[in-house]
Nanobody, 129 residues
Framework: QVRLVESGGGLVQAGDSLRLSCTSSGRTFSGYAMGWFRQNDGKERDFVAAISRGGASASTRYADSVQGRFTISRDNNRNTVYLEMNNLKPEDTGVYYC????????????????????WGQGTQVTVSS
C-alpha cells in the first residue's frame, strides 16, 4: 500500500510561484510513475504533469496550459515528487492531487487519471487576479 501526502498549496496572486510536494510512504518510490492532476468544482480531474519512473533521466510531460510555466521533478532519496509552478494564473486555481502507478516500465508517462493506482488527499491552490 502506498500513501501519498501533498503539501505546499496556498493563496497567491497572479504571477506568483508555488512549489507543491508529494511524499510517498512506499519503499519502492523510484519504481512508480507519478502525476499531478487538478480538479475544480467537482469536475473531472485534469492532467497537469507527469514523470516517469527513474531518477535524473526520468521523462516528463505537461498539459498545454502549463507548458513552460510548471516543472515536475522527483527526488527518489526523499520519496517525493515536486511541482514547481511559476507565473501562476487564476485559471490554475483548483485542488491539486498527486498520483502514483507501480509496475510500469521505464519512460512510461501516464496522463490518464484512471490508470493511476494511488492518490493523495489533495492540496488547494488559489490564484487571485
Amino acid at each position: 500500500q502506498v500513501r501519498l501526502v501533498e503539501s505546499g498549496g496556498g493563496l497567491v496572486q497572479a504571477g506568483d510561484s508555488l512549489r507543491l510536494s508529494c511524499t510517498s510512504s512506499g519503499r519502492t518510490f523510484s519504481g512508480y510513475a507519478m502525476g499531478w492532476f487538478r480538479q475544480n468544482d467537482g469536475k473531472e480531474r485534469d492532467f497537469v504533469a507527469a514523470i516517469s519512473r527513474g531518477g535524473a533521466s526520468a521523462s516528463t510531460r505537461y498539459a498545454d496550459s502549463v507548458q513552460g510555466r510548471f516543472t515536475i521533478s522527483r527526488d527518489n532519496n526523499r520519496n517525493t515528487v515536486y511541482l514547481e509552478m511559476n507565473n501562476l494564473k487564476p485559471e490554475d486555481t483548483g485542488v491539486y492531487y498527486c498520483a502514483a502507478k507501480g509496475g510500469v516500465v521505464f519512460a512510461t508517462i501516464i496522463t490518464d487519471s484512471e490508470r493511476y493506482d494511488y492518490w493523495g488527499q489533495g492540496t488547494q491552490v488559489t490564484v487571485s487576479s
